[in-house]
Nanobody
Framework: QVQLVESGGGLVQAGGSLRLSCAAS????????MGWFRQAPGKERECVAA?????RYTDSVQGRFTISRDNAKNTVYLQMNSLKPEDTAVYYC???????????????????WGQGTQVTVSS
């Protein structure tokens, strides 16, 4: 069982930056694929970024967001720069095992989810 706790969300002006953190419980953190997803009102949940031995990003955040992990701290991060109003959403951290590189952006591949943290970008 893995428990995930996100932090770092908040209100920021367009062009600003935020760093989200996700702290995971469990002793096998390094073996999990970790993902950051987001869901805006009225929209489907989408994968923003994911990390295993490689990384995946959705096109709309490529070059602006960076996912990273610190296995010693059981933590995954999402550095978000040049934020836009359309980045406003609830951001969720997720963990999964045995996810192929091709499937890293699929929400149904992940087994564990955090409660989410709100990110609001004002124009």
């Amino acid at each position: 069982q893995v428990q995930l706790v996100e932090s770092g969300g908040g209100l920021v002006q367009a062009g600003g930056s935020l760093r989200l953190s996700c702290a995971a419980s469990g002793r096998t953190f390094s073996t999990y694929v970790m993902g950051w997803f987001r869901q805006a009102p009225g929209k489907e949940r989408e994968c923003v970024a994911a990390i295993s031995w490689t990384t995946r990003y959705t096109d709309s955040v490529q070059g602006r967001f960076t996912i990273s992990r610190d296995n010693a701290k059981n933590t995954v991060y999402l550095q978000m720069n040049s934020l836009k109003p359309e980045d406003t959403a609830v951001y969720y951290c997720a963990a999964g095992e045995s996810i192929t590189a091709a499937a890293m952006r699929r929400a149904d591949e992940y087994d564990y989810w955090g409660q989410g943290t709100q990110v609001t970008v004002s124009s």
